[in-house]
T-cell receptor, first 112, second 115 residues
Framework: SQQGEEDPQALSIQEGENATMNCSYK?????LQWYRQNSGRGLVHLIL?????REKHSGRLRVTLDTSKKSSSLLITASRAADTASYFC????????????FGKGTMLLVSP | KAGVTQTPRYLIKTRGQQVTLSCSPI?????VSWYQQTPGQGLQFLFE???????NKGNFPGRFSGRQFSNSRSEMNVSTLELGDSALYLC??????????????FGPGTRLTVT
């Protein structure tokens, strides 16, 4: 079953613009992670944010977490064509376990 | 360090057959998880192994099974294949032990087509 739901399902922007993707989930979590997938290949871990954190940065990525609203957002600043991919949020319910419960993902298309 | 490797990368099988997929985790990673990805259901957790023991299992029928060896390599087996088993099967490894969680490193996947 899906824990997270991403919004929007698809996003098309121009290079240089910012891209924002949102994720909502249903139950209490230990942490939330964002992954990127290029065209049906393996997933690449982007960032992990724990339930007691509100914001994290990694390069051009900024993730926020609002546990009261059970939601997270991923912001990619100054997008590049190479950022074209599907982005998934995944929640981990229990500390010490690896099990990820994924949302359906957002397909991001960045045009040159 | 070498990444997570999965073999084979592509596989075509016939309904009713069985299949075994293999995953070699990153050196030092003791946790291996398997996920199924389909257009309709998205990414779904199959099972996780840690130190040769199944630590968690998703909601899949008993036709799906797995195991982990002492060197942390893992295999998953699907018996009596159905058309709906066609999917990308992803393996992921992690440092995860007790008390904390870590990011997972995914392999490139095995694309299984059942005809």
């Amino acid at each position: 079953s899906q824990q997270g739901e991403e919004d929007p399902q698809a996003l098309s922007i121009q290079e240089g613009e910012n891209a924002t993707m949102n994720c909502s989930y249903k139950t209490s979590i230990n942490n939330l992670q964002w992954y990127r997938q290029n065209s049906g290949r393996g997933l690449v871990h982007l960032i992990l944010i724990r339930s007691n954190e509100r914001e994290k940065h990694s390069g051009r990525l900024r993730v926020t977490l609002d546990t009261s609203k059970k939601s997270s957002s991923l912001l990619i600043t100054a997008s590049r064509a190479a950022d074209t991919a599907s982005y998934f949020c995944a929640t981990v319910l229990n500390s010490g376990y690896s099990t990820l419960t994924f949302g359906k993902g957002t397909m991001l298309l960045v045009s040159p | 360090k070498a990444g997570v490797t999965q073999t084979p990368r592509y596989l075509i099988k016939t309904r009713g057959q069985q299949v075994t997929l293999s995953c070699s985790p990153i050196s030092g990673h003791r946790s291996v998880s398997w996920y199924q990805q389909t257009p309709g259901q998205g990414l779904q957790f199959l099972f996780e192994y840690f130190s040769e023991t199944q630590r968690n299992k998703g909601n899949f029928p008993g036709r799906f099974s797995g195991r982990q060896f002492s060197n942390s390599r893992s295999e998953m087996n699907v018996s009596t294949l159905e058309l709906g088993d066609s999917a990308l099967y992803l393996c992921a490894s992690s440092l995860a032990g007790a008390g904390d969680t870590y990011e997972q490193y995914f392999g490139p996947g095995t694309r299984l087509t059942v005809t």
